[in-house]
Protein backbone atom coordinates (compact mmCIF):
# COMPACT_ATOMS: atom_id res chain seq x y z
CA UNK A 1 0.00 0.00 0.00
CA UNK A 2 2.68 2.09 0.53
CA UNK A 3 3.58 2.57 -3.03
CA UNK A 4 0.15 4.38 -3.64
CA UNK A 5 1.28 6.90 -1.18
CA UNK A 6 4.33 7.48 -2.61
CA UNK A 7 2.93 8.29 -6.02
CA UNK A 8 2.84 12.21 -6.82
CA UNK A 9 -1.18 13.44 -6.96
CA UNK A 10 -0.90 17.31 -7.11
CA UNK A 11 -0.35 19.97 -10.23
CA UNK A 12 0.62 23.12 -9.68
CA UNK A 13 -1.59 26.00 -10.99
CA UNK A 14 0.73 26.49 -14.45
CA UNK A 15 0.32 22.66 -15.13
CA UNK A 16 -3.32 23.07 -14.54
CA UNK A 17 -3.45 25.61 -17.32
CA UNK A 18 -1.30 23.54 -19.60
CA UNK A 19 -3.25 20.09 -19.24
CA UNK A 20 -6.68 22.20 -19.86
CA UNK A 21 -5.48 23.84 -23.12
CA UNK A 22 -3.66 20.59 -24.61
CA UNK A 23 -7.19 18.72 -23.96
CA UNK A 24 -8.68 21.27 -25.73
CA UNK A 25 -6.16 21.04 -28.29
CA UNK A 26 -6.29 17.27 -29.01
CA UNK A 27 -10.38 16.96 -28.62
CA UNK A 28 -10.67 19.72 -31.11
CA UNK A 29 -8.34 18.45 -33.41
CA UNK A 30 -9.46 14.80 -33.47
CA UNK A 31 -12.51 16.38 -33.90
CA UNK A 32 -12.13 18.06 -37.05
CA UNK A 33 -9.68 15.35 -39.00
CA UNK A 34 -13.08 12.89 -37.64
CA UNK A 35 -15.79 14.80 -38.96
CA UNK A 36 -13.72 15.29 -41.83
CA UNK A 37 -12.58 11.56 -42.29
CA UNK A 38 -16.35 10.45 -41.88
CA UNK A 39 -17.79 13.22 -44.17
CA UNK A 40 -15.04 11.89 -47.18
CA UNK A 41 -16.04 7.61 -46.82
CA UNK A 42 -19.55 8.67 -45.56
CA UNK A 43 -19.38 6.83 -42.19
CA UNK A 44 -20.21 8.36 -39.19
CA UNK A 45 -19.41 5.76 -37.10
CA UNK A 46 -15.98 6.64 -38.07
CA UNK A 47 -16.36 10.04 -36.63
CA UNK A 48 -17.45 8.62 -33.47
CA UNK A 49 -14.27 6.36 -33.31
CA UNK A 50 -11.97 8.89 -33.97
CA UNK A 51 -13.24 11.10 -31.48
CA UNK A 52 -13.27 8.42 -29.04
CA UNK A 53 -9.82 7.79 -29.63
CA UNK A 54 -8.98 11.44 -29.00
CA UNK A 55 -10.68 11.65 -25.72
CA UNK A 56 -8.60 8.56 -24.69
CA UNK A 57 -4.94 10.17 -25.91
CA UNK A 58 -6.45 13.38 -24.23
CA UNK A 59 -7.40 11.12 -20.97
CA UNK A 60 -3.47 9.18 -20.78
CA UNK A 61 -1.75 12.90 -21.52
CA UNK A 62 -3.19 14.98 -19.11
CA UNK A 63 -5.46 13.02 -16.27
CA UNK A 64 -1.89 11.61 -14.48
CA UNK A 65 0.06 13.89 -12.94
CA UNK A 66 3.32 13.96 -15.08
CA UNK A 67 6.28 15.57 -14.03
CA UNK A 68 6.18 18.11 -16.95
CA UNK A 69 2.56 19.61 -15.24
CA UNK A 70 4.70 20.11 -11.82
CA UNK A 71 7.35 22.18 -13.33
CA UNK A 72 6.30 25.30 -11.06
CA UNK A 73 5.55 24.89 -7.43
CA UNK A 74 3.72 27.52 -5.02
CA UNK A 75 6.23 28.51 -2.29
CA UNK A 76 3.74 28.60 0.46
CA UNK A 77 4.20 30.84 3.66
CA UNK A 78 5.52 28.89 6.76
CA UNK A 79 3.08 28.49 9.30
CA UNK A 80 3.06 30.78 12.41
CA UNK A 81 4.22 29.91 15.45
CA UNK A 82 0.74 28.40 17.52
CA UNK A 83 1.38 31.48 20.45
CA UNK A 84 1.09 33.99 17.46
CA UNK A 85 -2.76 34.88 17.24
CA UNK A 86 -3.83 37.81 15.20
CA UNK A 87 -4.52 39.63 18.25
CA UNK A 88 -0.54 40.06 19.80
CA UNK A 89 -0.14 41.03 15.88
CA UNK A 90 -2.47 43.70 15.77
CA UNK A 91 -1.44 45.03 19.32
CA UNK A 92 1.88 45.10 18.17
CA UNK A 93 0.92 47.13 15.08
CA UNK A 94 -0.54 49.86 17.84
CA UNK A 95 2.80 49.97 19.24
CA UNK A 96 4.64 50.85 16.19
Given amino acids: MNI ?3 IPT ?3 Y ?14 TLFGVVG ?5 IIEQFSQTVYIL ?3 FVLAGL ?3 PPWPM ?17 AEQSSKSKKKK
Fill in 35 to 39: LMWGY
Fill in 69 to 85: YRRKPLQWQKPRPEGDT
Fill in 4 to 6: FNS
Fill in 14 to 27: DGQRKAEQLYRIII
Fill in 52 to 54: GAG
Fill in 61 to 63: VTI
Fill in 10 to 12: HLD
